[in-house]
């Protein structure tokens, strides 16, 4: 990078400030959700299963609109994408307390505020960062970043919980939507796209397309192996998300537990985040993927054996915490470390469906399973197996940056 674009980045902390910030708002809305299940339910009086169903397309939905933003944002910018996400999250939020059907709440969860969470999502919000802020703190940058959603999550939750009590669930959604609208100066600050200013005098160089860098990555074993392990992670944490406060009811604990169950994984996340951004730059990031899945499925393994109480809940809770997305910034390291910048957000994105296809699966079985069983058991011995698939699946990925196709132009 020359010395004239270098001059003209934002400082660093208003960048992180900007990405966090949005990803704290844009996910603290979107992951307090679980929350309203049960007056959704009682409002409309679809069914749990009915109901899990918008959530869970929300999810893959989420995922699908990455990749698409990240291409559009690796082209035109990531400002006028990010204004498009905010402003959709917060319409298809307060629309949710009009809608009475399936189909209406998919509308309003599955397309409107989940599609808006994408486009202003990680993927776009990582490839951002990466392009704005030096390569030797880019580990630490996305470990900060990541952290905003949690600790979005960590605030919202009591948040909406409260208003809920005080003012009823409409009125508590109404308000999470105006509130993530204070996300959108940061659009502004993270304008820009992915395709580097050539030094003066310097051979232009061709850059290689979004269509041949996808090609390129799916050809790639260890690309693949990072898809399969980010299913994985995504049909833990949707679950949670979504299920935790039925987990908490299911175990006879008061309906606050719920939220603040998820506000100490909002916050233990942050902890987790961080410190693995700062350890991406350490250890390699293959073999810390492999500690965390290993963790989950033995917290889930202890919580299975343990007697049910508001304690247990919450140390769980906080356990869950520490891993919860702390795959993120060990995933979109290797993305950025196998293939660079240039694609990182169409590349990313594309892992991020497959974290929401995981994702999907995670919040409709939940919904499912419990309607079938009246617990969640079989969802539980589900997240430990492929806790021990996904902790195995990143061992042989090839951890080295792969040769660029990019050639200079011909004179």
């Known amino acids: 990078m020359n010395d ?7 400082p660093l902390a208003l960048v992180l400030l900007a990405a966090a910030g949005t990803f704290a708002l844009t996910m603290g809305a979107r992951q307090s959700m679980g929350l309203f299940l049960g007056s959704i339910n009682s409002a409309t009086g679809l069914g749990l299963a009915s109901i ?18 990240g291409m559009v944002a690796d082209r035109i910018g990531a400002g006028r994408v990010l204004v498009i996400g905010v402003l959709l999250v917060a319409l298809g939020t307060a629309l949710i307390p009009f809608m009475h059907s399936t189909a209406g709440l998919i509308f309003a969860i599955g397309v409107l505020a989940a599609g808006g969470a994408g486009m202003a999502g990680p ?23 990541n952290a905003g959603g949690s600790f979005g999550q960590f605030v919202f939750a009591p948040i909406a919980q409260g208003l809920t009590v005080a003012a009823g669930w409409a009125v508590a959604l109404q308000s999470l939507a105006a509130i993530t609208l204070l996300a959108l100066p940061a659009a502004w600050v993270l304008r820009g796209h992915s395709n ?20 390129r990555a799916l050809a790639d074993p260890s690309y693949r192996l990072l898809c399969a392990g980010f299913f994985v992670c995504g049909f833990h944490v949707a679950f949670l998300a ?45 073999s810390l993927l492999s500690l965390v899945y290993a ?7 202890a919580f299975m054996l343990a007697p049910k109480s508001v304690a247990v809940m919450l140390v769980f809770a906080a356990v869950m915490g520490v891993s919860y997305l702390s795959t993120v910034p060990p995933t979109a390291g290797l993305v950025a470390k196998f293939y660079g910048p240039a694609n990182m957000a169409t590349l990313f994105g594309i892992v991020m469906v497959s974290h929401q296809f995981g994702g999907f ?16 058991d079989w969802m539980w011995i589900a997240d430990i197996l492929l806790a021990a698939a996904a902790a195995l699946l990143h061992l042989p990925i090839r951890e080295k940056a792969l040769p660029p196709r990019a050639l200079p132009e011909p004179a």
């Open 52 to 69: 899990s169903l918008a959530f869970a397309f929300g999810q893959l939905w989420w995922g699908l609109t990455q990749p698409f933003a």
């Open 361 to 376: 699966l995670g919040v409709w079985l939940g919904g499912k399973a419990f309607e079938a069983n009246g617990n969640y």
């Open 295 to 301: 963790t989950r499925g033995l917290a889930v393994l």
């Open 4 to 10: 004239t674009v270098r001059r003209a980045l934002p």
């Open 242 to 286: 979504t299920h935790l406060p039925g987990v908490v009811a299911a175990c006879g604990l008061p309906p606050e537990v719920g939220a603040w169950s998820l506000a100490v994984i909002g916050l233990f996340n942050i902890v987790g985040s961080v410190s693995m951004g700062w350890a991406v730059s350490r250890w390699r990031m293959k």
């Open 196 to 215: 580097p200013a050539a030094p003066a005098g310097a051979a232009a160089v061709k850059k290689e397309s979004a269509r041949e860098a996808i090609t």
């Open 123 to 145: 993927s776009v919000l990582m490839a951002a960062t990466t392009r704005l802020v030096p390569a030797e703190k880019r580990g630490l940058a996305t470990g900060i970043v």
